[in-house]
């Protein structure tokens, strides 16, 4: 018996996942790259954490926010990688009704977090360039703390109806996803059901949300470019570019994938599977490995020179 009756609603008791449709023939050996990134991403973002703990120079806004991106990262990496793996190798395409919903939250629940994240990042860039002076009396700990847990709260609550809506509904015979980890847009085309509701949801958090994110990221860029590019010194013109170099990198690899699976989702009608779904994994792969790497080489670069700057103090006392 396929279909469980609770309510009114009826669900089936676990869903197929395909992986990637198209390339049936060839998922083992493309779960290797996969599984390297993964690993990465894991090894990068915990090696992250300790290291932003245990330094004072890193107890800044940007690297707090930093440590709140990581913990994300780590979330989203592991609530789809082993399953997308063990799909690649082991051929386990099974996932149970409920583990599926709980993944399709933590997706899109962290993703609207990671989003909100940026835009926290791209606001302390406008401070740090537009008011150094002011900088760590604006952005204190407790505000960098409050900015981090309402992006949280916000990601939570505004994903929780995708859940409620999909699990009162009932569902088609076919339990075929043609994905490697349960998303809302695929779930619900399996649902017999009405889903204009779901679907116009679905819209409403992603323009009212993330397109909210777009905005004031974009803003917040075209005043700090406005004022480095009226600094009278091109070596204070290099240094604040330099300060949010990164983030425009990391801003770049999470929104492009993203953007175009959302598209692809709605519009994309004659994109060629495949495509979508490599898009799709790698919106899941790409930024959680990236992320760590990028503020990495800028962490380190801030090291050498808190190092430089105490040896020329040292030296200077010695004489």
Same mark, same amino acid.
């Given at each position: 018996?396929?279909?469980?009756?609770?309510?009114?609603?009826?669900?089936?008791?676990?869903?197929?996942?395909?992986?990637?449709?198209?390339?049936?023939?060839?998922?083992?050996?493309?779960?290797?790259? +996969?599984?390297?990134?993964?690993?990465? #991403?894991?090894?990068?973002?915990?090696?992250?954490?300790?290291?932003?703990? /245990?330094?004072?120079?890193?107890?800044?806004?940007? =690297?707090? +926010?930093? #440590?709140?991106?990581?913990?994300?990262?780590?979330?989203?990496?592991?609530?789809?990688?082993?399953?997308? @793996? %063990?799909?690649?190798?082991?051929?386990?395409?099974?996932?149970?009704?409920?583990?599926? @919903?709980?993944?399709?939250?933590?997706?899109? #629940?962290?993703?609207?977090?990671?989003?909100?994240?940026?835009?926290?990042? %791209?606001?302390?860039?406008?401070? $740090?360039?537009?008011?150094?002076?002011?900088?760590?009396?604006?952005?204190?700990?407790?505000?960098?703390?409050?900015?981090?847990?309402?992006?949280?709260?916000? *990601?939570?609550?505004?994903?929780?109806?995708?859940?409620?809506?999909?699990?009162?509904?009932?569902?088609?015979?076919?339990?075929?996803?043609?994905?490697?980890?349960?998303?809302?847009?695929?779930?619900?085309?399996?649902?017999?059901?009405?889903? !204009?509701?779901? !679907?116009?949801?679905?819209?409403?958090?992603?323009?009212?949300?993330? *397109?909210?994110?777009?905005?004031?990221?974009?803003?917040? =860029?075209?005043?700090?470019?406005?004022?480095?590019? *009226?600094?009278?010194?091109?070596?204070? !013109?290099?240094? #604040?570019?330099? /300060?949010? $170099?990164?983030?425009?990198?990391?801003?770049?690899?999470?929104?492009?994938?993203?953007?175009?699976?959302?598209? /692809?989702?709605?519009?994309?009608?004659?994109?060629? !599977?495949?495509?979508?779904?490599?898009?799709?994994?790698?919106?899941?792969?790409?930024?959680?490995? +990236?992320?760590?790497?990028?503020?990495?080489?800028? /962490?380190?670069?801030?090291?050498?020179?808190?190092?430089?700057?105490?040896?020329?103090?040292?030296?200077?006392?010695? %004489?």
């Amino acid at each position: 018996m396929m279909l469980t009756s609770q309510n009114s609603s009826s669900h089936p008791v676990s869903f197929i996942l395909l992986g990637i449709p198209g390339l049936e023939n060839f998922q083992f050996g493309v779960a290797f790259p +996969f599984c390297a990134m993964y690993v990465v #991403a894991l090894v990068s973002n915990i090696t992250l954490l300790p290291g932003i703990r /245990t330094d004072p120079t890193l107890h800044e806004p940007m =690297y707090l +926010f930093l #440590a709140m991106l990581a913990i994300t990262d780590l979330v989203l990496s592991i609530s789809t990688q082993p399953k997308m @793996l %063990a799909i690649f190798w082991f051929h386990d395409h099974e996932i149970e009704y409920h583990a599926c @919903l709980i993944q399709l939250f933590f997706i899109h #629940a962290f993703s609207l977090v990671e989003s909100g994240l940026l835009m926290a990042m %791209a606001l302390d860039c406008y401070v $740090a360039v537009c008011f150094p002076l002011h900088h760590s009396s604006i952005l204190t700990p407790s505000v960098v703390g409050k900015l981090g847990g309402g992006v949280m709260m916000r *990601g939570l609550l505004w994903v929780s109806p995708f859940c409620f809506l999909v699990s009162r509904m009932p569902f088609c015979p076919s339990r075929i996803i043609p994905q490697s980890y349960c998303e809302h847009m695929a779930v619900l085309k399996l649902v017999c059901a009405d889903t !204009r509701v779901n !679907r116009a949801y679905g819209l409403f958090v992603a323009f009212s949300v993330v *397109g909210f994110d777009i905005i004031v990221i974009s803003v917040s =860029y075209v005043i700090i470019l406005r004022t480095v590019l *009226g600094l009278p010194s091109g070596e204070a !013109r290099l240094k #604040a570019f330099g /300060t949010c $170099a990164s983030h425009i990198c990391v801003i770049l690899a999470l929104y492009i994938p993203a953007l175009f699976t959302f598209l /692809t989702h709605r519009f994309g009608h004659h994109v060629p !599977r495949v495509v979508h779904v490599m898009f799709a994994i790698l919106y899941l792969l790409v930024p959680p490995m +990236f992320n760590p790497i990028i503020y990495g080489i800028r /962490t380190k670069q801030i090291r050498d020179r808190v190092i430089q700057g105490c040896s020329r103090k040292d030296s200077q006392l010695k %004489a």
